[in-house]
């Protein structure tokens, strides 16, 4: 199905009807094919769409921009990668180097930075990484060259983007919980671990004390937010769950557990 919808996006990208951006190689970025993976480009982004329905970025199109913002899917299909190496050995810069962005954010989606990935952005001031697990590779934001990375790389505290940025010597600031929140981070300290799985039980288990408002140990907005991972509403027991009336999603135990599982590795997204 996915393999459709790609040669559909690509007969509209040849065809006009979908606005796109090929500022270079159209020959080469419109339409690639391998047995693997089809090449599509929409809007300002080409990707690598892989049978295993997954995507990689591998251009950024658009040279004047000063904002680039990944998205999270292409196709139905989620973007996990962005791929420096095709772009920096075909026209010597990374994937989104070579114009003159200042700002680049990149979803939770995205699980894998490759090397160049950031290379050749003269003008680059701020990298947002919002998987706080994601690999990042030793040269993302190098091609080799001289060149130094003077911004900010942002992202979630004790994270790999945090990681990454006190080895290569460059400023850390972790983002803002309320302009990103962080799915399963019930406590706000920009981290998911068992403590936020204990806060979510302490919310179910003894609202008097920890739902919203009721203590200074109560769990803040944007927490219940952030822990309320299992897509269901109600609480943890059946006299909950018929006085939940009020039709919108709440804590429970089971947010909790999924929490653990993914602390523990059990699961690889929330």
Request: aromatic share 8%; hydrophobic share 40%.
């Given at each position: ?46 990707y690598d769409l892989y049978a295993d329905d997954h995507a990689a970025i591998v251009f950024f199109t658009d040279k004047e921009a000063e904002t680039a913002s990944v998205p999270r899917e292409i196709a139905g ?141 109560s769990i803040k907005p944007q927490g219940e937010v952030n822990a309320d991972v299992d897509g269901k509403k109600g609480l943890s027991n059946q006299g909950e769950v018929n006085a939940d009336v009020d039709g ?23």
């Amino acid at each position: 199905m996915k393999r459709f919808i790609a040669s559909v996006l690509a007969a509209c990208i040849v065809g006009g009807a979908m606005p796109v951006s090929v500022n270079y190689a159209a020959e080469q970025t419109a339409s690639a094919n391998t047995k693997d993976r089809d090449r599509i480009t929409v809007g300002n982004f080409t990707y690598d769409l892989y049978a295993d329905d997954h995507a990689a970025i591998v251009f950024f199109t658009d040279k004047e921009a000063e904002t680039a913002s990944v998205p999270r899917e292409i196709a139905g299909s989620p973007i996990t990668e962005i791929d420096g190496r095709e772009s920096m050995a075909l026209y010597g810069f990374g994937t989104f180097g070579g114009g003159k962005l200042k700002t680049i954010i990149v979803p939770g989606s995205v699980k894998r930075i490759g090397n160049y990935a950031f290379a050749n952005c003269p003008e680059l001031e701020s990298v947002t990484i919002l998987d706080p697990k994601c690999e990042i590779g030793d040269n993302a934001i190098s091609s080799g060259t001289d060149e130094n990375f003077s911004g900010t790389i942002y992202g979630y505290a004790n994270s790999t983007a945090q990681v990454y940025a006190e080895r290569n010597g460059f400023d850390f600031a972790a983002v803002d919980v309320t302009a990103y929140p962080l799915k399963g981070d019930a406590n706000l300290d920009s981290q998911v671990n068992i403590a936020d799985a204990v806060l979510v039980m302490q919310v179910a288990t003894n609202p008097d004390k920890y739902a919203q408002g009721k203590s200074d140990l109560s769990i803040k907005p944007q927490g219940e937010v952030n822990a309320d991972v299992d897509g269901k509403k109600g609480l943890s027991n059946q006299g909950e769950v018929n006085a939940d009336v009020d039709g919108k999603k709440g804590l429970s135990n089971s947010d909790a557990l999924l929490i653990q599982k993914f602390k523990l590795g059990l699961i690889d997204k929330l």
